[in-house]
């Protein structure tokens, strides 16, 4: 997030998916929560609260809380359900008219009625407005928003978009007034009104503070009597000391992998505790296909022959990441091993040696890692300055690093002056295509000169008609099989999330999975 049109900050703490939880939250409060507000320090700041704006992980955060969508990922799951429609269906075979039905009774957190006519205003705006920094860019298949009645609402896509109800379900299809917002222009009042299950009651550059919307009718059954976040701007410090002087109940996204791996050596003595979930944020390296030395093929080979991924995660991530050897991550549907099937894991010399030889290559490969220091982490560069080495001791490459503040960092990709790079990659919907799509489609966000004809004249466009997602794990497979063949990006490490929590608070496990949803409301406090 920022996703398509920027790379997202990934968390400081990145590693596999992980179907089984541990540490604390492990239980839930009663049903109805015990009345207790929760308190939770972020790293990360929220840099919109009116939803045609925020494409950036602590909007979404507030966006998922705040606002309803037509549809949700329940928790655990990656199959969008009904929230405020009763029902979504496609009403073609194509996967070009998709029909929603509004559940009875919606209201805004302020007492208006929702209607088909909010939905139809929310993303009619949102396309309108149309800002560099929202998510308009998600829906280039919408072609307009129609509302036969006051509880219906039917989408007609220009294109056959089988991902389409994963993409409403997500931050980006959240349902705003059409009494409270202008509809040419963005809120600049730091409000919001919304029919989540939170209202939010105040915003400003030290925390935010939500309440229950007694209003809302949806799925979410909410555990307390309210959230307050604060935010700590990325001092990593500050937050660990808040969380230790019991300032705050939660601390997410901002603690490094030394403060996890201290907190969870210390035990349960230490009054706070480690909650693990999955997700399906990635780090690739990135290779520019008009560079005259990352340009060869011989030269993208041997570095995927070299990199020690289990290495990269011992020395600079301490345990709490895992390798990723897929385009597509683990828990995702479509996910395959191409890259370890190709090349392995284990570093190869010899295979690097003959791949450079096979290229014509001879003498050591002089080349420069690019990596900007915090955008996708505060360990960005010391990974990037271990790859190097590892590079080196081959005695194959002559290879250093170069760290470049995040805006000219951009610049300069944009511009193609970098040979290898670094991304990291939240997904805006847990689907295949999100992290193909937007990689390997026409206008690829990675700007790495890469096309492919049978990715984007074929596989892309049956995959993405197909309603069927299951169905379309073959194509994703020979997708991956063909990047993994002429490996204009390499994975690196798939990411965990973690929470770091007081020992009275539950429900952490249902806040983190791959669907990228934190949900305030099964937070529980004893």
Same mark, same amino acid.
């Given at each position: 997030?920022?996703?398509?049109?920027?790379?997202?900050?990934?968390? *400081?703490?990145?590693?596999?998916?992980?179907?089984?939880?541990?540490?604390?939250?492990?239980?839930?409060?009663?049903?109805?929560?015990?009345g207790t507000s929760v308190v939770m320090g972020m790293s990360?700041?929220?840099?919109?609260?009116? &939803?045609?704006?925020?494409?950036?992980?602590?909007?979404?955060?507030?966006?998922? +809380?705040?606002?309803?969508?037509?549809?949700?990922?329940?928790?655990?799951?990656?199959?969008?359900?009904?929230?405020?429609?009763?029902?979504?269906?496609?009403?073609?075979?194509?996967?070009?008219?998709?029909?929603?039905?509004?559940?009875?009774?919606? $209201?805004?957190?302020?007492?208006?009625?929702?209607?088909?006519?909010?939905?139809?205003?929310?993303?009619?705006?949102?396309?309108?407005?149309?800002? @560099?920094?929202?998510?308009? !860019?998600?829906?280039?298949?919408?072609?307009?928003?129609?509302?036969?009645?006051?509880?219906?609402?039917?989408?007609?896509?220009?294109?056959?978009?089988?991902?389409?109800?994963?993409?409403?379900?997500?931050?980006?299809?959240?349902? !705003?007034?059409?009494?409270?917002?202008?509809?040419?222009?963005?809120?600049?009042? +730091?409000?919001?009104?919304?029919?989540?299950?939170? $209202?939010?009651?105040?915003?400003?550059?030290?925390?935010? !503070?939500?309440?229950?919307?007694?209003?809302?009718?949806?799925?979410?059954?909410?555990?307390?009597?309210?959230?307050?976040?604060?935010?700590?701007?990325?001092?990593?410090?500050?937050?660990? $000391?808040?969380?230790?002087?019991?300032?705050?109940?939660?601390?997410?996204?901002?603690?490094?992998?030394?403060?996890?791996?201290?907190?969870?050596?210390?035990?349960?003595?230490?009054?706070?505790? *480690? *909650?693990?979930?999955?997700?399906?944020?990635?780090?690739?390296? *990135?290779?520019?296909?008009?560079?005259?030395?990352?340009?060869?093929?011989?030269?993208?080979?041997?570095?995927a022959y070299l990199i020690d991924r289990d290495a990269l995660?011992?020395?600079?991530?301490e345990g709490t990441a895992s390798p990723l050897y897929s385009?597509?991550?683990?828990?995702?549907?479509?996910?395959?091993?191409? #890259?370890?099937?190709?090349?392995?894991?284990? &570093?190869?010399?010899?295979?690097?040696?003959?791949?450079?030889?096979?290229?014509?290559?001879?003498?050591?490969?002089?080349?420069?890692?690019?990596?900007?220091?915090?955008?996708?982490?505060?360990?960005?560069?010391?990974?990037?300055?271990?790859?190097?080495?590892?590079?080196?001791?081959?005695?194959?490459?002559?290879?250093?690093?170069?760290?470049?503040?995040?805006?000219?960092?951009?610049?300069?990709?944009?511009?193609?002056?970098?040979?290898?790079?670094?991304?990291?990659?939240?997904?805006?919907? @847990?689907?295949?295509?999100?992290?193909?799509?937007? #990689?390997?489609?026409?206008?690829?966000?990675?700007?790495?000169?890469?096309?492919?004809?049978?990715?984007?004249?074929?596989?892309?466009?049956?995959?993405?008609?197909?309603?069927?997602?299951?169905?379309?794990?073959?194509?994703? +497979?020979?997708?991956?099989?063909?990047?993994?063949?002429?490996?204009?990006?390499? &994975?690196?490490?798939?990411?965990?999330?973690?929470?770091?929590?007081?020992?009275?608070?539950?429900?952490?496990?249902?806040?983190?999975?791959?669907?990228?949803?934190?949900?305030?409301?099964?937070?529980?406090?004893?």
């Amino acid at each position: 997030m920022n996703m398509r049109n920027q790379w997202p900050v990934l968390p *400081v703490v990145a590693g596999l998916a992980s179907g089984l939880l541990t540490g604390c939250g492990t239980e839930t409060g009663d049903t109805g929560g015990t009345g207790t507000s929760v308190v939770m320090g972020m790293s990360d700041d929220v840099l919109a609260t009116d &939803p045609a704006s925020g494409y950036d992980p602590g909007s979404w955060l507030l966006f998922n +809380n705040v606002f309803q969508s037509l549809l949700s990922f329940p928790k655990g799951a990656t199959e969008p359900q009904p929230e405020a429609a009763e029902q979504c269906t496609f009403s073609d075979t194509e996967t070009k008219v998709y029909k929603c039905t509004l559940r009875d009774g919606l $209201k805004f957190s302020n007492g208006d009625a929702l209607t088909s006519e909010d939905v139809k205003f929310s993303f009619d705006r949102m396309l309108k407005i149309n800002d @560099p920094e929202g998510p308009a !860019v998600m829906f280039p298949t919408l072609d307009k928003v129609e509302t036969p009645d006051d509880k219906t609402v039917v989408f007609r896509l220009n294109t056959p978009d089988a991902t389409f109800p994963s993409k409403i379900a997500s931050g980006a299809g959240s349902i !705003v007034d059409q009494e409270q917002y202008d509809a040419k222009g963005l809120r600049a009042d +730091n409000a919001a009104v919304g029919s989540g299950p939170y $209202k939010l009651d105040s915003f400003n550059d030290e925390e935010a !503070v939500f309440s229950v919307n007694e209003n809302y009718k949806g799925t979410a059954k909410v555990q307390n009597s309210g959230v307050t976040l604060k935010f700590f701007h990325g001092d990593q410090d500050a937050l660990k $000391k808040a969380l230790s002087a019991r300032e705050v109940d939660i601390a997410y996204r901002g603690l490094t992998a030394g403060d996890i791996a201290d907190i969870e050596k210390s035990g349960a003595d230490s009054g706070v505790e *480690v *909650v693990e979930g999955s997700s399906a944020e990635v780090q690739h390296l *990135v290779f520019n296909m008009d560079d005259p030395v990352a340009g060869k093929l011989g030269v993208r080979k041997a570095i995927a022959y070299l990199i020690d991924r289990d290495a990269l995660i011992k020395d600079v991530y301490e345990g709490t990441a895992s390798p990723l050897y897929s385009i597509i991550p683990a828990g995702i549907g479509g996910h395959s091993t191409a #890259f370890f099937d190709t090349y392995g894991a284990r &570093p190869s010399k010899a295979k690097a040696a003959a791949a450079l030889q096979d290229d014509g290559i001879t003498g050591k490969v002089k080349l420069t890692l690019w990596s900007t220091p915090s955008r996708y982490g505060p360990a960005t560069d010391q990974e990037l300055k271990a790859i190097a080495q590892q590079l080196n001791a081959s005695g194959l490459f002559d290879a250093d690093v170069q760290s470049v503040a995040f805006d000219q960092y951009e610049k300069d990709i944009a511009a193609g002056k970098y040979g290898v790079y670094v991304k990291g990659w939240i997904p805006d919907y @847990p689907d295949a295509d999100n992290f193909t799509s937007p #990689f390997f489609g026409k206008g690829n966000v990675l700007s790495n000169n890469y096309s492919n004809k049978a990715i984007t004249g074929s596989l892309i466009p049956r995959t993405s008609a197909e309603s069927d997602r299951s169905a379309t794990d073959d194509e994703f +497979n020979q997708l991956q099989d063909i990047v993994a063949r002429e490996l204009p990006v390499l &994975p690196v490490w798939q990411a965990k999330q973690y929470a770091v929590v007081r020992d009275n608070v539950y429900g952490l496990e249902y806040c983190l999975d791959a669907s990228t949803v934190f949900r305030f409301w099964e937070l529980s406090k004893g």
